[in-house]
């Protein structure tokens, strides 16, 4: 068994989620979770389409600014600092408004001399500052303070040109999410329409461990790629668990991977995503358009859902919620909510965690990159001419580019104007970096990493002072050879010990390069 696989599930495929549930305060919730048998005959809808050549419902286009978008878990977030993050081409700030304890989202340009606002601090009255000159804003975007501006002179800063546009917010499930439309008219929103909710996320009885890493992937190669599981034992060979052989009458050949055909079907296609079943019984749920759930029936799947909420079979559910941030590039946010071994968050931190999860991200990182450039060579809405997709393991990905060609007409709608190109292909250690797109935004490995940079210092200061005690000590101090050699070797062992740590922390918090033809 692979090292990722001792901290994941045993089969992506054998994941379960349970439905949610409408919350809130007078809003209804999204109810994202895959229709049972007794809800599909229920509501009427006709049966499943083909699983190679799945139909995508009406043609709707989708408005991508008329979402919520995921920003990043909130545990990610420090409360005394601002957050820059491009969301859809937007540049916003992500702040902590301890006047009303809730997080705020601000376009990130102050309106004096357009300064990132990201760039600035919380002031002592818990205002947003602007570093360059001074300038503070309150939750609502109005600039509170302008220390150029004389006091008993015209009240400049209470002039519309002096407020920041502020985005409509939510924390739901410990994710901060925000709408990329400002104004009056748009801040009712959440009366409207809620973002996915996972109510096992906020069931007492689970845990659930987030993440986040910006990738040099575009959107929808991203999507496509968490939509694929037959690709799973071969591009993240030795990092995840070989499947087990199941019958296929005729077979001849197997392989050291365990490939397999995956029986798909996808139904339920539309603007709002799709449910793709599988045949051991799990499902795909695509909740357009950011995020999708991975996840398997409960007992009695023809039951409805309410008969299985004291349920206490082990369950592990996996949600990814993905964002365009420019083209050619995008951000994973996931959670993993299980209802088992609670404990182990007790004794093991998330950067643990995040260790085996990227060095899943990076394992086909760059064939995704390269994948990429392919596609847009032949152009992004001629997918289909250029691949060659005939089995059914692929029927949840060619649901996915026929949504995106349908509903979004193979674009992403842009919040602000972007350059539509790809960036170059950099090198290998820069497209696989881990410290800026994972570690300096997750709070748990930049303290993990400062913790481990200051032991190797520590260990090599011991190595030091040991041998220098040593050296100064011959002739004037009384010790057994025994006694020199406890020193001297615990000398060698600080010094070896600084140089594997040097090494660990190279590896898992900077760059580890992940050879196929190694595994």
Same mark, same amino acid.
């Given at each position: 068994m692979?090292?990722?696989?001792q901290?994941?599930?045993?089969?992506?495929?054998? &994941?379960? &989620?349970? #439905?949610?549930?409408?919350?809130?305060?007078?809003?209804?919730?999204?109810?994202?979770?895959?229709?049972r048998? +007794? &809800?599909? !005959?229920?509501?009427g809808?006709?049966?499943?389409?083909?699983?190679?050549?799945?139909?995508?419902?009406? !043609?709707?286009?989708?408005?991508w600014l008329?979402?919520?978008c #995921?920003?990043?878990p909130? /545990?990610?977030?420090?409360?005394?600092a601002?957050h820059g993050?491009?969301?859809l081409g937007?540049?916003?700030?992500?702040?902590?408004?301890?006047?009303?304890?809730? +997080?705020?989202?601000?376009?990130?340009?102050?309106?004096?001399?357009? $300064?990132p606002?990201?760039?600035?601090?919380?002031?002592?009255?818990?205002?947003?500052?602007c570093?360059?000159?001074g300038?503070?804003?309150?939750?609502?975007?109005? /600039?509170?303070f302008?220390?150029?501006? #004389?006091?008993?002179?015209?009240?400049?800063?209470?002039?519309?040109?002096?407020?920041?546009?502020?985005?409509?917010?939510?924390v739901?499930?410990?994710?901060?999410w925000?709408?990329?439309? $400002?104004?009056a008219?748009?801040r009712?929103?959440? *009366?409207?329409?809620?973002?996915?909710?996972?109510p096992?996320?906020d069931?007492?009885?689970?845990t659930t461990?987030?993440g986040?890493?910006?990738?040099p992937l575009?959107?929808?190669m991203?999507?496509?790629?968490?939509?694929? #599981?037959?690709?799973?034992?071969?591009?993240?060979?030795?990092? +995840?668990?070989?499947?087990?052989?199941?019958?296929?009458p005729?077979?001849a050949? =197997?392989?050291?991977?365990?490939?397999?055909?995956?029986?798909?079907?996808?139904?339920?296609?539309?603007?709002d995503?799709?449910?793709?079943?599988?045949?051991?019984?799990?499902?795909?749920?695509y909740?357009?358009?950011?995020?999708?759930?991975?996840g398997?029936p409960?007992?009695?799947?023809?039951?409805?859902?309410?008969?299985?909420?004291?349920?206490k079979?082990?369950?592990?559910l996996l949600a990814?919620?993905?964002?365009?941030?420019?083209?050619?590039?995008?951000?994973?946010?996931?959670? =993993?909510?299980?209802?088992?071994?609670?404990?182990?968050?007790?004794?093991?931190?998330?950067?643990?965690?995040?260790? $085996?999860?990227?060095?899943?991200?990076?394992?086909?990182?760059y064939l995704?990159h390269?994948?990429?450039?392919?596609?847009?060579?032949?152009?992004?809405?001629?997918?289909?001419?250029?691949?060659?997709a005939?089995?059914?393991?692929?029927?949840?990905?060619?649901? =996915?580019r026929?949504w995106?060609?349908?509903? /979004?007409k193979?674009?992403?709608?842009?919040?602000?104007?972007v %350059?539509? *190109?790809?960036?170059?292909?950099?090198?290998?250690?820069r497209l696989?970096?881990?410290y800026?797109?994972?570690? $300096?935004?997750?709070?748990? /490995?930049?303290?993990?990493?400062?913790a481990?940079k200051?032991?190797? %210092?520590?260990?090599?200061?011991a190595?030091?002072a040991?041998?220098g005690f040593?050296?100064?000590?011959?002739?004037?101090?009384v010790?057994?050879?025994t006694?020199?050699?406890a020193? %001297?070797?615990l000398?060698?062992l600080?010094?070896?010990?600084?140089?594997?740590?040097?090494? =660990?922390v190279?590896?898992?918090?900077?760059?580890?390069?992940?050879?196929?033809a190694?595994?």
């Amino acid at each position: 068994m692979g090292p990722v696989t001792q901290l994941l599930p045993r089969s992506l495929l054998s &994941l379960a &989620l349970r #439905p949610a549930a409408p919350t809130g305060s007078g809003a209804r919730a999204s109810r994202l979770a895959p229709p049972r048998r +007794w &809800l599909h !005959q229920r509501a009427g809808l006709s049966s499943p389409v083909s699983a190679v050549s799945p139909s995508v419902g009406e !043609q709707v286009e989708l408005d991508w600014l008329d979402t919520w978008c #995921p920003l990043a878990p909130v /545990c990610d977030l420090d409360p005394g600092a601002p957050h820059g993050k491009t969301v859809l081409g937007l540049h916003v700030v992500a702040w902590y408004d301890r006047a009303a304890s809730e +997080w705020r989202v601000f376009e990130d340009e102050c309106p004096h001399r357009r $300064a990132p606002l990201s760039e600035g601090r919380i002031d002592g009255k818990g205002r947003l500052q602007c570093v360059y000159h001074g300038w503070c804003f309150d939750g609502r975007g109005s /600039c509170e303070f302008i220390p150029q501006a #004389p006091a008993l002179g015209p009240p400049v800063h209470k002039k519309s040109k002096a407020c920041v546009a502020a985005y409509p917010t939510v924390v739901q499930n410990n994710v901060l999410w925000f709408y990329p439309r $400002a104004g009056a008219e748009h801040r009712d929103v959440l *009366q409207r329409k809620r973002p996915p909710l996972i109510p096992e996320i906020d069931d007492p009885s689970f845990t659930t461990a987030y993440g986040l890493r910006d990738l040099p992937l575009g959107f929808d190669m991203l999507m496509e790629n968490l939509m694929d #599981p037959a690709h799973l034992p071969y591009a993240h060979k030795g990092l +995840w668990e070989r499947l087990r052989y199941k019958e296929d009458p005729g077979r001849a050949e =197997f392989d050291l991977e365990g490939g397999r055909p995956l029986k798909m079907k996808v139904e339920e296609a539309n603007v709002d995503g799709f449910l793709s079943r599988q045949d051991n019984g799990g499902y795909i749920r695509y909740a357009a358009p950011f995020t999708v759930y991975y996840g398997s029936p409960l007992p009695g799947d023809q039951e409805p859902p309410e008969a299985h909420k004291n349920t206490k079979k082990p369950r592990f559910l996996l949600a990814f919620m993905c964002v365009p941030v420019a083209p050619g590039r995008s951000r994973m946010i996931w959670a =993993f909510p299980r209802n088992y071994g609670l404990w182990l968050n007790n004794i093991m931190p998330r950067w643990f965690f995040h260790i $085996a999860q990227n060095a899943l991200l990076d394992s086909d990182l760059y064939l995704l990159h390269v994948e990429e450039r392919n596609y847009v060579r032949a152009g992004v809405e001629n997918w289909h001419k250029v691949v060659y997709a005939p089995t059914s393991s692929d029927a949840v990905v060619l649901a =996915f580019r026929n949504w995106f060609t349908k509903h /979004c007409k193979s674009h992403i709608g842009w919040a602000a104007p972007v %350059v539509d *190109q790809l960036p170059t292909t950099p090198t290998k250690d820069r497209l696989m970096d881990r410290y800026w797109s994972h570690v $300096a935004q997750c709070t748990s /490995c930049s303290a993990a990493l400062r913790a481990m940079k200051a032991l190797e %210092v520590a260990l090599q200061v011991a190595s030091v002072a040991v041998v220098g005690f040593l050296a100064a000590s011959k002739g004037t101090l009384v010790m057994s050879v025994t006694q020199r050699a406890a020193l %001297v070797s615990l000398a060698v062992l600080c010094f070896a010990t600084s140089r594997w740590l040097a090494g =660990f922390v190279q590896k898992n918090f900077y760059f580890q390069d992940y050879v196929h033809a190694d595994k």
